[in-house]
């Protein structure tokens, strides 16, 4: 595939990525194969246990490129940085500058909600937005994807052959466009052709 | 090819919000005006869903002539989840770094700022209680919600958080058990009135409101992440204007005054816990 001239003319400024069940080993090679320094922030909703509060971040910040940090309320957005979603808080994207944490009612099932703060990202970031939808047992992103698309934004779905669960994906896949079905090692290349526009401002 | 749902997504922008809020506050004097706006959308979003109205024009209209459909609308948005001993670890700090210096104290003033139903005020006086401090504290208990209010003044929480709640307790390491402090009446968990005989229960909006007294320890916790940064740095002020020098802030888990005005005029006691004592005036 040529990510090049699928990249062309889009002027990305945020990434969502979403999770569940299946995706933490893909997640992980993501975030070990970002190239540095990568540009744009990312955010990432990630499904856990619900009182798992240590150790999460850890785990994945062992082979990371890239600084995680789970945000505090009104945290000012920093690129170079992966922002995870806080265990039992709703994580949205409250404008450009800040994030905004919520515990208002389980969507999906789920706090952290993928839904929740993939549609407040495509609120804020509009067709300027990249999101990302893992492997996963639930429906949860489903909606967000379809908000994100709506509102002009570009989505990515595992391609469902790699996902270990493939419910998550494949709802959004049933109600929305979907712009690209990706190996989980072909997000990485995706993202470093990305990153490469952006440093050297093809884009 | 996908099936578009025949559900249309209503997508809202920021000038309807505004809108709403600009006709909510001339009509009633509630300063919705400066709520977190991402989460505040999606409570419009929810509200919309639930009374099937179709837009921002036809929620505005039910607001401005149905006064009684008004109040129901700030249930509806005002996010009212809360639960004992909500971060365990957090009333551990509370009994190591902050009652032994209240126990010093002859009487001490204390202010749950945006109480909800009740649960946190609950939990603190059990462990004023157990500290031997309890009949030494003035209590305050606010929100801006009359129905939140009244449950509080109750003491009684549903049976289905119970065995949470005895989770949560027993994270604490507190002696005994939560159940040494209630009864079961009436598919309730009736809490000891004794509990709450030195708090008052009074209505207090943190965005229009000013200080009405003075305290030692102000708990302001899981309310102002609804807030965006304006009227946290307004709440902020009216905090530290209600503390007394060396006076207690206690914030959310997940909050942070790092970014606010006056920041500078705070020690930081816990910062895991969000533990901040006041060191200037
Ligand atoms: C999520 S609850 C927090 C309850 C408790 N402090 C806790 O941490 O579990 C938030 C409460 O803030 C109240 N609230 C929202 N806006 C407010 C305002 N402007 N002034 C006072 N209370 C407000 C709501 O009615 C709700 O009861």
Redesign the pocket.
């Known amino acids: 595939m040529n990510f090049e001239s699928i990249l062309k003319n889009k002027k990305f400024e945020a990434i969502v990525i979403g999770g569940s069940a299946g995706s933490f080993t893909v997640i992980t090679q993501i975030l070990a194969e970002l190239p540095q320094p990568f540009v744009l922030p990312i955010f990432m909703c990630l499904h856990r246990l619900k009182d798992k509060r240590e150790g999460f971040k850890e785990a994945l910040e062992i082979k990371s490129k890239i600084k995680i940090e789970e945000p505090d309320d009104k945290t000012l957005i920093q690129q170079n940085i992966a922002y995870l979603a806080p265990a039992n808080y709703h994580m949205l994207i409250e404008n450009k500058k800040m994030i905004s944490l919520a ?1 208002t009612e389980l969507v999906q099932f789920s706090r952290p909600s993928i839904d929740v703060m993939f549609e407040s990202a495509a609120d804020v970031y509009r067709d300027k937005l990249l999101a990302i939808l893992l492997s996963g047992a639930n429906k949860d992103g489903a909606d967000g994807m379809r908000t994100i698309k709506e509102r002009g934004g570009f989505t990515i779905i595992q391609d469902l052959n790699t996902c270990s669960m493939i419910t998550m994906p494949e709802a959004a896949l049933k109600i929305t466009h979907i712009d690209l079905q990706l190996k989980p090692n072909q997000i990485p290349d995706f993202l470093r052709t990305l990153n490469h526009l952006i440093l050297n401002e093809v884009l | 090819m996908f099936n578009r749902p025949d559900e249309e997504i209503i997508h809202i922008e920021l000038e309807e919000i505004t809108k709403l809020t600009d006709a909510i506050f001339t009509k009633y004097g509630y ?1 919705f005006g400066n ?1 977190a706006v991402s989460s505040f959308k999606r409570r419009i979003l929810m509200v919309l869903k639930k009374y099937g109205l179709k837009s921002i024009d036809k929620l505005i209209q039910k607001i401005l002539f149905e006064p009684s459909f008004f109040e129901q609308f700030v249930l509806d948005i ?6 004992m001993f ?1 971060d365990p670890t957090f009333y551990k700090a509370l009994k190591q770094q902050v009652i032994p210096i209240l126990a010093t104290k002859p009487e001490f003033n204390v202010w ?6 009740g ?2 005020v609950i939990s603190l006086a059990i462990l004023l209680d157990q500290e031997g401090i309890l009949n030494k504290a003035k209590i305050y208990a ?4 009359h129905v ?1 209010l009244q449950k509080a003044a109750s003491a009684a929480f549903p049976v289905r958080n119970l065995d949470f709640y005895h989770e949560n307790y027993a994270k604490t390491e507190f002696p005994g058990q939560l159940s040494d402090y209630y009864t079961i009446e009436n598919g309730m968990m009736q809490f000891d009135k004794r509990l709450i005989q030195n708090v008052k229960f009074k209505h ?6 000013v200080h009405f007294y003075k305290f030692d320890l102000i ?5 102002m992440i ?2 965006n940064q304006e009227l946290q740095n307004r709440v902020f002020e009216l905090l530290h204007n209600s503390l007394f020098m060396n006076g207690f802030l206690c914030l ?1 888990a997940k909050e942070s005054l790092i970014w606010c005005k006056i920041a500078d005029k705070f020690e930081t006691v816990n910062s895991h816990e969000k533990i901040f004592r006041k060191i200037k005036s």
């Open positions: 515990t | 300063d709520y005002t996010v009212n989840t809360t639960e909500r749950h700022a945006a109480c909800s139903t649960e946190e606010t929100d801006i919600n939140v207090h909006d943190l965005a229009r409101d708990l302001c916790r899981n309310v609804y807030f959310g």
